[in-house]
């Protein structure tokens, strides 16, 4: 009887492992872990070098889509949309910078 009772408990608890175990991965739970630190040689607070070909580049992206910098740049050209790190002083010791769009033309930063 000792040896049902334990086999019982034992199969309870693997059932029990069994189910709980996905619920600690489920994508719900990791929403919140912190994101990770920008890679080396990346500078937060500056513009990005390489800016984006847009909607219909082929690509998947998460998040917003590029401006429209259609005549955003006081007749400078070429206004190609670029994605910028905000710094702002109260995040200053912290590693999330949040990402916004603006439009590029030559050196100058203009918003979309």
Known sequence: MDQ???LKTL???LL???FIHPCLVHPRNLETAPSPAPESGVQ???HDPKPSKGRNDGKTMRGS???KCHSKCNQCRP???VEVSVRAMALENNEY???VWKCM???NLFSP
Request: one cysteine or more; charged letters at 10%.
């Open 97 to 99: 910078y949040p990402q």
């Open 105 to 107: 033309c030559r050196d």
């Open 11 to 13: 199969a309870f608890a």
């Open 16 to 18: 029990l492992a069994t």
């Open 79 to 81: 206004c190609m949309p």
């Open 4 to 6: 049902k009772a334990l």
């Open 44 to 46: 937060i607070g500056h």
């Open 65 to 67: 889509f590029p401006a």
